[in-house]
């Protein structure tokens, strides 16, 4: 059966498979396991707010995060052509414009979810939507820069989608603890998206593209993504304690330094073990979010 094609698209619809395929869904874990840190930080009995949980995760998830997926492989197609040809956009199976259009309905469409979700929601998706775009398109292209790059994708990976997620149960701005501990956890994301970097070094240096391990070269790349991490949960820790909460200061500790013990390995070849780091000791790092979430969950009124 001949697929039905829109009016200012040249080309037919794309299959559905090649759409899921263009949002990614394997990348929508991180910002739902945020959104979920910040459902538990928020001391909020889930229960009791059920349906605003399974619409922050679809707006997260799929939506924004999806959308934001669709937005780099369209202005990235050049770049993916190299890297990974057989994408859907460069491989021609999501033809013309169609690339560009869903990057647009999503846009529209996580945008009128949460507005449906309070004022908050809306607040953290504008600016989750506006990284997105900046991140991508021109003329800001913040991936190009190896700081604001990594800084965009951090904040709307793990900050915005944390914050959400505490605003959504809430209803109102989170308080100052949680936004603490949610910047600290946001900022040590930036290595986590520096070594997400190392799989695109070809591509990002024909295309100019300044990440930081195009520019510095994978050893100081994986050196300062290292250190952002380590110093950023430090701090969580510190903040723990301070606030009497030793068992989960501990527990974040010792995940901490279960982390550093897997850097060396890291270290000593960068590009063939982020793979093995990532499944590692970025898990330890956001398992490290959740201890965290459910001792600021029990301190709502400090």
Not at 57 to 71: F, K, R, Y
Not at 117 to 126: Q, R, S
Not at 150 to 174: H, I, K, Q, R
Request: glycine residues 10%; contains cysteine; hydrophobic residues 55%.
């Amino acid at each position: 059966m001949e697929r039905l094609s829109a009016p200012g698209f040249e080309t037919p619809f794309p299959a559905p498979k090649d759409i899921l395929e263009l949002l990614k869904p394997i990348t929508w874990f991180p910002p739902i396991w945020a959104f979920m840190c910040g459902v538990v930080s928020s001391g909020v009995p889930i229960a009791s707010r059920w349906p605003f949980v399974i619409a922050g995760i679809a707006l997260v998830g799929p939506l924004v995060c999806g959308t934001s997926q669709a937005v780099n492989d369209w202005f990235d197609r050049h770049v993916d052509a190299i890297n990974e040809p057989d994408r859907p956009i460069p491989s021609g199976r999501i033809a013309g414009s169609w690339g560009l259009g869903i990057a647009v309905i999503g846009t529209v469409i996580g945008l009128m979810a949460a507005a449906a979700m309070g004022p908050w929601v809306l607040i953290a998706t504008i600016f989750a939507l506006i990284c997105a775009w900046s991140y991508s398109a021109p003329p800001f292209r913040l991936k190009r820069s190896g700081i604001w790059g990594p800084v965009a994708v951090a904040l709307t990976y793990e900050g915005l989608t944390w914050f959400t997620g505490a605003s959504v149960m809430a209803g109102t701005l989170p308080p100052p603890h949680v936004l603490a501990i949610l910047a600290l956890y946001a900022g040590g994301a930036f290595g986590i998206m520096t070594l997400n970097d190392f799989k695109a070094i070809e591509g990002d240096q024909a295309m100019g593209i300044r990440s930081l391990p195009a520019t510095l070269g994978v050893g100081p790349a994986a050196r300062i993504a290292c250190l952002v991490m380590a110093v950023a949960q430090i701090a969580v820790v510190a903040l723990l304690v301070h606030w009497r909460h030793l068992a989960v200061a501990g527990i974040v500790a010792a995940l901490v330094a279960g982390q550093i013990g897997l850097m060396p390995r890291l270290l000593r070849d960068p590009r063939a073990n982020t793979p093995w780091y990532n499944a590692t000791g970025t898990t330890l790092y956001v398992l490290g979010m959740l201890a965290s979430a459910l001792a600021l969950g029990g301190v709502a009124g400090l």
